[in-house]
């Protein structure tokens, strides 16, 4: 911090000027991306990469602000890219401004709370050319640049680590449920070891804190393990004949997702009651495991049969007919509940890991925000 003190004293004596971003950047609209071919230029949407193709819009460094949607978003690309019309690209006057120092920058105005619309949230060139950006000197700016990349760095490290240990654990699953080497294992058909039984509808505002247990549909991918024995949420409990409800020992699935990954996501319900499930979501009933069928729907060999059936309408969604044609392997008892043992121990290391290695990942977020908005806080120079 010292070192950027002294700096700025010596370039900038008087202050910092500040100019209007408006007249350091020109805001570029995206386009159309469905008649390109696959590639290796990455397309751009607000929530970040959606494919990648054989053509690029920009090929010099620049900072990718949402125009719609997700509008807290903001990426850096320094290689030849792509952008959709929900996302603006900056043409960067690089005489004045370093593209990553304003891309440091930006993460400090607020962009997600600058909504312009009463719906989607959207965001307007108008009122991003107005945002007041400071134009330190250009040494300055690498400076900070180089100190910021810093926790950036360490950050996607952390983060690459993590990914790291949870691909090891997934290719040593993936390979534990194929039976490849193991004879009298039979695969069969869903429908043909259970039955499928559709929830019934309660919305969020039937939800309270007390009350009848329940899972929801959205909860499924976003709070639940491969397992659990008690619920986020409960229902009034006036709501209980017109529910329906999963009972322990059966697997609770969502049917619909936002992508494809999300759909058929599943948690085996081991609680000593029975809980409200959703009409987005089945419960699976059979005389499996819950949580060996549980972890063999997270097999890529699953994943592969399931992307056939669902439908890709705005929302992703899977019939329990479609479910129940998908081919499972069903070995004895024993040997169900001697690889779920297996698991278990795996998930618990890797829970240990993502317990320690998100909060070191959280920490140096903080650390980051924290030095980002104490070195881009300049004092104005007076006009």
Same mark, same amino acid.
């Given at each position: 911090?010292?070192?950027?003190?002294?700096?700025?004293?010596?370039?900038?004596?008087?202050?910092?000027?500040?100019?209007?971003?408006?007249?350091?950047?020109?805001?570029?609209?995206?386009?159309?991306?469905?008649?390109?071919?696959?590639?290796?230029?990455? %397309?751009?949407?607000?929530?970040?990469?959606?494919?990648?193709?054989?053509?690029?819009?920009?090929?010099?460094?620049?900072?990718?602000?949402?125009?719609?949607?997700?509008?807290?978003?903001?990426?850096?690309?320094?290689?030849?890219?792509?952008?959709?019309?929900?996302?603006?690209?900056?043409?960067?006057?690089?005489?004045?401004?370093?593209?990553?120092?304003?891309?440091?920058?930006?993460?400090?105005?607020?962009?997600?709370?600058?909504?312009?619309?009463?719906?989607?949230?959207?965001?307007?060139?108008? %009122?991003?050319?107005?945002?007041?950006?400071?134009?330190?000197?250009?040494?300055?700016?690498?400076?900070?640049?180089?100190?910021?990349?810093?926790?950036?760095?360490?950050?996607?490290?952390?983060?690459?680590?993590?990914?790291?240990?949870?691909?090891?654990?997934?290719?040593?699953?993936?390979?534990?449920?194929?039976?490849?080497?193991?004879?009298?294992?039979?695969?069969?058909?869903?429908?043909?070891?259970?039955?499928? %039984?559709?929830?019934?509808?309660?919305?969020?505002?039937?939800?309270?804190?007390?009350?009848?247990?329940? #899972?929801?549909?959205?909860?499924?991918?976003?709070?639940?393990?491969?397992?659990?024995?008690?619920?986020?949420?409960?229902?009034?409990?006036?709501?209980?004949?017109?529910?329906?409800?999963?009972?322990?020992?059966?697997?609770?699935?969502?049917?619909?997702?936002?992508?494809?990954?999300?759909?058929?996501?599943?948690?085996?319900?081991?609680?000593?009651?029975?809980?409200?499930?959703?009409?987005?979501?089945?419960?699976?009933?059979?005389?499996?495991?819950?949580?060996?069928?549980?972890?063999?729907?997270?097999?890529?060999?699953?994943?592969?049969?399931?992307?056939?059936?669902?439908?890709?309408?705005?929302?992703?969604? %899977?019939?329990?007919?479609?479910?129940?044609?998908?081919? #499972?392997?069903?070995?004895?008892?024993?040997?169900?509940?001697?690889?779920?043992?297996?698991?278990?121990?795996?998930?618990? #290391?890797?829970?240990?890991?993502?317990?320690?290695?998100?909060?070191? #990942?959280?920490?140096?977020?903080?650390?980051?925000?924290?030095?980002?908005?104490?070195?881009?806080?300049?004092?104005?120079?007076?006009?």
């Amino acid at each position: 911090m010292s070192r950027i003190d002294d700096l700025v004293k010596q370039c900038a004596p008087d202050g910092v000027e500040y100019r209007n971003l408006g007249d350091l950047v020109r805001f570029k609209n995206g386009k159309d991306h469905k008649h390109l071919g696959p590639g290796n230029f990455p %397309v751009y949407g607000s929530g970040g990469v959606m494919r990648y193709v054989d053509a690029y819009a920009y090929d010099k460094p620049s900072v990718l602000i949402p125009r719609k949607g997700s509008l807290g978003n903001v990426f850096y690309v320094d290689t030849p890219f792509w952008t959709v019309d929900t996302i603006f690209y900056t043409e960067i006057d690089e005489s004045v401004i370093v593209p990553r120092f304003l891309y440091h920058y930006m993460g400090t105005v607020g962009l997600g709370d600058m909504n312009q619309a009463g719906g989607v949230p959207s965001q307007t060139q108008s %009122v991003l050319n107005r945002i007041r950006t400071p134009v330190p000197p250009l040494e300055v700016q690498r400076e900070i640049v180089r100190l910021l990349d810093r926790f950036t760095e360490l950050e996607a490290e952390l983060e690459a680590e993590l990914e790291a240990r949870r691909a090891q654990y997934a290719h040593y699953r993936d390979s534990l449920l194929s039976f490849r080497e193991a004879g009298g294992v039979r695969w069969i058909p869903m429908s043909d070891c259970g039955a499928f %039984v559709r929830g019934r509808r309660f919305t969020k505002s039937d939800m309270v804190t007390r009350g009848i247990p329940c #899972i929801h549909y959205g909860e499924i991918y976003t709070n639940y393990g491969v397992a659990a024995t008690e619920t986020i949420s409960f229902v009034r409990e006036d709501l209980r004949p017109t529910l329906r409800f999963a009972k322990p020992g059966d697997v609770v699935i969502a049917s619909v997702g936002e992508t494809v990954e999300d759909v058929a996501k599943a948690v085996a319900w081991l609680g000593d009651t029975e809980v409200a499930i959703h009409d987005d979501s089945f419960a699976f009933r059979s005389d499996v495991d819950p949580t060996y069928i549980a972890y063999v729907m997270q097999t890529a060999a699953f994943q592969a049969q399931k992307e056939k059936c669902v439908a890709r309408a705005k929302v992703k969604r %899977v019939s329990g007919e479609n479910l129940g044609k998908i081919v #499972i392997p069903v070995p004895d008892l024993a040997e169900q509940q001697r690889i779920v043992g297996i698991l278990n121990k795996f998930e618990a #290391i890797l829970g240990d890991l993502s317990s320690g290695l998100p909060a070191e #990942i959280e920490a140096r977020r903080a650390q980051y925000a924290y030095y980002r908005d104490r070195l881009l806080s300049f004092e104005e120079a007076q006009a």
